[in-house]
């Protein structure tokens, strides 16, 4: 009788291993796949940080440049064109590095920057050749376009601040819940090994009492 009665718990005993089994599997690879995730959401926040500091540090170069051109207006020393140039060069290739790393361009950064570029050698030419005014003139009709332009560049900024701070929440549930998935395998996979050593000791000790019958 203890026979049959073993034979009969074994189809139920193996059903549950089985599912067990594939409890933990899928456990575990919801827990890879979530540190996967959490892995692509820190470099997405990363990435996100440097579009941000590459219009920052364009901008701020921008502005550099303009007060520059603004003393150079007012001084005629050419030294305010050097520095001018110097940091247009730089913002021009941090803008371009930034629009190049969205992959879009839907502000016109690019076009918007290379008008304000021409725009300042106009004023530079006027300045060079005595009209001081004039000069002055059209350094003040183009500061509503360059306020406009940073700020644009201003936006883009603050949301890529903001993609970055989501990517990094995301990528702080995904760590989570890769912990918690990690454990819920863990503990499954303890449960198996708990109940195959029970089952073998109870088959051990039926072995036994009936060898001593």
């Known amino acids: 009788m203890a026979t049959n009665g ?3 718990m074994t189809p139920g005993i193996t059903v549950a291993a089985v599912i067990g089994c594939l409890l933990m599997v899928v456990l575990a690879v919801g827990a890879l796949f979530q540190a996967t995730q959490h892995h692509n959401k820190i470099n997405d926040a990363q990435s996100h940080d440097n579009i941000a500091a590459m219009f920052q540090t364009a901008e701020n170069e921008g502005k550099a440049a303009s007060q520059s051109l603004q003393q150079y207006v007012a001084t005629g020393d050419v030294s305010f064109v050097t ?9 021009v290739q941090q803008l371009t590095s930034a629009v190049g ?6 502000n016109g950064f690019v076009d918007k920057g ?11 030419a006027l300045r060079q050749t005595g009209d001081a005014a004039g000069a002055a003139q059209l350094l003040q009709d183009l500061s509503p376009s360059f306020n406009s332009f940073v700020a644009a560049q201003d936006q883009v900024i603050a949301e890529q601040h903001q993609a970055a ?5 995301s990528a702080d549930s995904a760590k989570t819940l890769t912990f918690w998935l990690a454990v819920l ?3 499954v996979g303890l449960g198996l090994v708990g109940g195959g050593l029970i089952v073998i000791t109870r ?3 039926r072995v036994a009492g009936t060898a001593s019958a």
């Open 114 to 124: 290379s008008q304000m570029v021409q725009a300042s050698g106009q004023v530079i």
């Open 6 to 8: 073993t034979s009969r």
């Open 165 to 169: 701070a989501d990517a990094r929440s």
């Open 101 to 106: 790393l969205v992959g879009s361009d839907p």
């Open 83 to 91: 520095a001018a140039q110097g940091h247009t060069q730089t913002g």
């Open 185 to 187: 395998s863990g503990v």
């Open 203 to 205: 088959g051990s000790r």
